[in-house]
């Protein structure tokens, strides 16, 4: 009922053109790639990996900027010049909204798709034409993030501010230590215990399980 977008970034052009096809081949709707990751890759690098993959599909690909992740930001000129040969889109994980301002400043395609990557820039980003948001507090509070989106949609600014500013203190919770760890104790404080991410990452300490929970009580979510 909804469109699907399916991540394929890889550590190399050879595996996310193999993870791209095979997306398309599933039926998914677009898909969506940071710069491979670990090198500081040149701006001319990182133009012909996204080019291979678009040339290697049919279905639009979105950009993914998150340098905290990657290592380095998409140059703000690449992404003009892949907005003109064909880039559907870019998911702004940078947290910068001098970046965001930009880039829209700076692509010229009309129908150039821009979302927010990041849950606390949300409100922000909307206002500015971001047309979506992945939020990751969705993950385990789907309904109190979608409380934010619908006061902007509904043009309840004053309200979406304040759920904004409570969304933005889940973030923090969220992330006492890893974000992904986080998420799951979220779940298994709200009753549905999915396990744990993988080793290395760590199970919360009976401390921080406590100060998330007393911060999910003042917040009115638990």
């Known amino acids: 009922r909804v469109p699907i977008i399916c991540h394929i970034g890889a550590q190399n052009t050879r595996d996310s053109l ?15 790639s940071i710069p491979p990751t670990y090198y500081r890759h040149i701006p001319q690098t990182i133009k012909a990996y996204y080019q291979e993959i678009m040339n290697a599909v049919g279905i639009p690909l979105l950009a993914t900027n998150f340098p905290s992740a990657v290592g380095y930001e998409i140059q703000l000129d690449v992404l003009a010049e892949l907005a003109e040969s064909g880039l559907a889109g870019l998911k702004e994980t940078s947290q910068n909204l001098v970046y965001l301002t930009r880039a829209m400043d700076l692509v010229k395609k009309p129908d150039f798709i821009w979302v927010s990557g990041a849950v606390p820039f949300m409100l922000a980003a909307v206002m500015m034409g971001a ?15 979608i409380s934010l989106w619908d006061a902007i949609q509904n043009r309840e600014y004053g309200k979406a501010a304040e759920l904004q500013k409570r969304v933005t203190r889940l973030v923090s919770l969220q992330n006492i230590t890893i974000d992904v760890v986080g ?38 979510l638990l």
């Open 18 to 32: 193999r993870l791209a096809r095979h997306a398309e081949k599933i039926g998914m709707d677009f898909v969506a």
């Open 131 to 145: 047309v979506a948001c992945v939020a990751g507090t969705a993950n385990h509070f789907p309904e109190f993030t």
């Open 183 to 220: 998420a799951h104790e979220i779940l298994r404080l709200r009753g549905l215990d999915f396990g744990h991410p993988r080793a290395p990452l760590k199970y919360f300490t009976e401390e921080q399980r406590e100060k998330l929970r007393k911060g999910l009580i003042d917040l009115g």
